[in-house]
């Protein structure tokens, strides 16, 4: 997992004053100390699948406590000694029993985002760390409460006819190329209770880059879960993959009803296997950064994920190619700001991840491939009048000098003209400014302002990935890009993030 930006105290008070935001928040101190929530007996119908003994009465208590009260009710579970690690447990697994993972997206984004929530909290001051939790929490109260009125859809115990344990991963994989739910359902069940966290994945992360149907949800669900994992434990696991695996074989979205990809997998598939072995050694060449950009705003998916694998095997760097994706991506958010050109990097964000985590070698060819051949679909569902080169922006010269009242000026911008906002922004890097402290300003606003799943996963996306791009001169101009999402410092704050805030001042 890469590193997060830190913000000294001193300097996030300034900035934090420039932007508008107060320093009323209390401290954190009841959480230095904790312990686990005492057992208790919770009662789950037969119809649905049963957590483990120690996290089961966490899921309940949230599955039935009402949406006004749950935040009030999760203040008081940490009072009494609750750890953070089992509540955010408790929340994500509440969303994967009771929120249909189909289709990937709308309101399972309450699953989806709490990966994110979670980063955004762990990288914010203490003060802020839980307000994207208590977010969440509403959010699924939210879902729950969707998913009701649709049916009330509940993750069904698994079936106790599996594969055996040397055929698991063959079935797994023989059952999503047949679009087969049972057989896979059966088989991912079978592979996380014999084969090891990295064997299990293995399988998952090449299913999760096959498919772009709904609009990337598929890898971004994928990826997103083993993160969650991560922080929660693989003993959660199987019930985790057998939501990701009913996922990944759903055929809404984008491309109709008929089994089979969505995308350029087929091809990249050939495409995969003609790329030299030592690929993953070369050249960063922003030359190549440059050409794959212009690529990407004309040709067919095919044919940029064709030119892709020809600059790897002529030496180019990994590196250098995905910087040009989450350039194509940042320019259609600047350029056509909406749903599908978020995607564009969140799903492209997803991708990396998976080629960061994976260990075959074909899966991260594909990984880097298809986050090529994906910008192309996204550009083609998005509409921009007068368009501007991202790669062509430049500093305009007359930002006031790096520091707080620089970063205040940015996101006081952003509520009336996010196009000068984006400007201030290259400038304040340019001058000097260190993008984690735009991004960090960006955060604590979300913290205060954000209403919508698709602010904590974008800024939990972008940061990550602008800040790991293989050219740093790529930062400046993908966050000057992301003022055409984040809020600015005049939007009115959430009420529910105000009462956040008075629920948690009773932490300290």
């Known amino acids: ?230 922080t929660i434990g693989w003993a959660h696991a199987e019930p985790v993959l057998r939501s990701v695996a009913l996922a990944l074989l759903d055929l809404g979205g984008m491309g109709g009803a008929a089994p089979g990809p969505v995308g350029p997998y087929r091809a990249n598939l050939e495409q995969a296997a003609k790329i030299r072995s030592e690929w993953t050694l070369g050249r960063d060449d922003p030359g190549a950064t440059r050409a794959l950009l212009e690529t990407l705003r004309h040709a067919a998916p095919e044919a940029a994920s064709a030119e892709a694998a020809g600059m790897l095997n002529s030496g180019v760097a990994p590196g250098s190619l995905w910087d040009a994706v989450m350039l194509s991506a940042s320019e259609l958010l600047m350029n056509s700001p909406g749903i599908i050109a978020l995607h564009a990097t969140t799903a492209s964000n997803s991708l990396h991840y998976i080629y960061n985590a994976s260990g075959d070698d074909t899966t991260r060819k594909l990984a880097l491939l298809q986050a090529v051949g994906w910008q192309p679909l996204y550009r083609d569902r998005t509409k921009a009048q007068n368009p501007v080169a991202i790669d062509k922006l430049e500093p305009a010269g007359h930002g006031p000098t790096p520091g707080d009242e620089a970063v205040g000026e940015i996101f006081d911008a952003v509520s009336s003209d996010r196009r000068k906002a984006g400007e201030l922004a290259l400038d304040y890097i340019a001058r000097g400014g260190h993008a984690g402290h ?65 629920a948690l001042a009773t932490l300290g």
């Open 1 to 230: 997992m890469k590193s997060k930006p830190s913000v000294p105290r001193r300097r996030f008070m300034g900035t934090a004053a420039a932007i508008g935001l107060g320093a009323e928040l209390a401290s954190w101190p009841a959480l230095a100390a904790v312990t686990p929530l005492s057992g208790q007996d919770a009662r789950v119908t037969p119809d649905m699948v049963r957590f483990r003994p120690e996290i089961e009465p966490i899921v309940r208590l949230i599955e039935e406590t009402p949406r006004d009260d749950v935040i009030a009710v999760a203040v008081a579970q940490l009072k009494k000694g609750l750890s953070y690690k089992n509540l955010f447990a408790g929340l994500f697994l509440a969303g994967i029993r009771n929120i249909k993972p189909r289709p990937v997206g709308f309101k399972f984004h309450a699953v989806m985002v709490m990966n994110s929530a979670h980063e955004l909290g762990q990288s914010a001051p203490t003060e802020d760390r839980l307000l994207p939790m208590f977010w969440a929490f509403d959010n699924f109260k939210n879902s729950q409460a969707q998913d009701v009125k649709e049916g009330d859809w509940a993750l069904a115990p698994p079936s106790t006819q599996l594969p055996k344990p040397g055929q698991a991963r063959e079935d797994f994989l023989r059952a999503m190329d047949r679009w087969d739910e049972e057989g896979a359902d059966r088989a991912v069940t079978a592979l996380v209770r014999s084969s090891g966290a990295a064997g299990v994945m293995e399988p998952i992360w090449r299913m999760a880059v096959r498919d772009q149907r709904d609009i990337g949800h598929k890898a971004i669900f994928a990826a997103q879960s083993w993160r969650t994992l991560q």
């Open 438 to 502: 735009v991004l960090g300003a960006a955060r604590r606003l979300i913290f205060r302002k954000g209403r919508d799943s698709h602010d904590y996963k974008y800024a939990a996306a972008l940061g990550e990935e602008s800040l790991a791009a293989a050219d740093h001169a790529w930062r400046a101009p993908m966050i000057a890009a992301a003022m055409a999402q984040f809020p600015g410092s005049k939007t009115p704050d959430s009420p529910l993030m105000i009462r956040a805030r008075e």
